[in-house]
């Protein structure tokens, strides 16, 4: 039964393989045999190779070891959370944070601890895997607005806010595989209208737009989005998930989120890099900006349009042209994996270029030419 669903798989070219990918501190990745220069990564800083965020890590490895033993509820709510939470409250200007296991495990957690039957979520249509799985685990009824249309989501809310107790709109700040931004302005004042809340997923806007605050700082609207959740794996280069709210939230969550509950605090390391990390992007403007430069630099070599964040999109359709692409990208040095169904609509696949503050200039201008050699922009 496994093999034939494998082979279904193959035949559509949707078939994955996981790639022993080794990558080290000079931004390269060493695969398959070849040292490839990495535009794949959401490391956008480089943090996670940076001798501050390393050397965090060690000394609590070298103080409290390798795990956390225990629930944060239990034995695992390590002192160095509670700096980590503060640091994050801070850069969003939230009343407080919760940090959690991961970015996919807050997101499940999340929505059924706010909505459940007789609740409202409206959420865009290309939200992330795991605000899906969040959405479903919550038991309330679902509305999918078009991709970032907030008067579509507004028009929802008006046909229906008053059939539901609650309501909960959901969206992320910076689309993760198209790299543009939510209408947060619009969307915060909708929830106010409607008296609902707003909730983001800036897994991609923290550490890279406003100034490293995330997409609220950058839409102007930092105090009107009531629940910015994210991840510490990207930009932060560490590990962990996190929401940022009021104090009442997040105590609510210390109660309600399942996978905070019943899962096993971090390892002590993973939270000590997180705040190293965090002190980076906090007190750092130019690495905080660099990403953006370097998408911006590529974008103008190809003649494609001036980007919204570091990640560009370079849409192919077929799922085989798209592994194509990244064959050939491999072949001059370059490591962009393809992104296909589900992960993304049927028919859209497409090479998903992402820009670190490490990358050389020269570097993202041998890409822009490779690019352009294989016949998909430029
Ligand atoms: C990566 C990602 C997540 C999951 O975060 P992890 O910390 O990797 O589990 C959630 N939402 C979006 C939009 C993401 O890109």
């Known amino acids: 039964m496994a093999a034939g669903r494998l082979d279904a798989l193959e035949q559509q070219a949707l078939r994955r393989r996981l790639a022993a990918t080794a990558r080290s501190d000079d931004g390269v990745a060493a695969r398959d045999g070849r040292v490839l220069t990495s535009f794949c990564c959401n490391d956008y800083l480089g943090l996670s190779q940076h001798p501050a965020v390393k050397q965090a890590a ?33 850069l969003k200007e939230t009343e407080a944070a919760l940090v959690f296991g991961s970015g996919y495990l807050a997101n499940l957690a999340i929505p059924p601890a706010l909505a459940g039957t007789g609740d409202l979520i409206v959420a865009d249509e290309l939200v992330h895997a795991s605000m899906h799985a969040g959405i479903r685990a919550s038991r309330a009824e679902v509305r999918f607005f078009p991709h970032n249309d907030a008067d579509a989501c507004g028009r929802v809310l008006a046909d229906e806010r008053a059939s539901f107790r609650h309501c909960l709109i959901m969206t992320e700040g910076v689309f993760s595989m198209d790299g543009d931004c939510a209408p947060l302005a619009a969307l915060s004042e909708i929830a106010d209208a409607r008296d609902a809340w707003l909730m983001t997923d800036d897994a991609h806007g923290l550490g890279v737009l406003g100034e490293g605050r995330g997409s609220a700082a950058a839409a102007g609207v930092s105090d009107r989005v009531p629940l910015q959740m994210g991840t510490l794996s990207k930009a932060v280069g560490s590990y962990g998930g996190y929401l ?69 999109p370079l849409i192919v359709g077929a799922a085989e042209r798209a ?38 200039d020269e570097d993202v201008d041998r890409l822009a030419a490779a690019v352009r050699e294989t016949g998909l922009a430029g």
């Open 58 to 90: 060690h000394q609590a490895i070298d103080a409290f070891g390798a795990g956390a033993g225990a629930s944060r509820l239990v034995t695992g709510n390590h002192p160095l959370y509670e700096d980590l939470e503060r640091r994050l409250a801070a």
């Open 244 to 312: 940022c709210a009021s104090r009442a939230v997040i105590d609510l969550m210390i109660n309600r989120a399942r996978s905070l509950i019943y899962a096993t605090g971090l390892p002590p390391a993973a939270v000590a890099a997180s705040s190293a990390a965090l002190d980076l992007v906090a007190n750092d403007r130019r690495l905080v900006a660099a990403p953006m430069e370097k998408a911006s630099r590529f974008c103008a070599a190809l003649g494609l349009p001036e980007p919204e964040s570091p990640i560009v």
């Open 323 to 360: 592994l194509d692409a990244s064959a050939a990208l491999a072949e001059q040095g370059f490591l962009v994996t393809a992104i296909r169904p589900p992960t993304v609509p049927d028919g859209t696949a497409r090479l998903r270029f992402t820009f670190q503050a490490t990358h050389k």
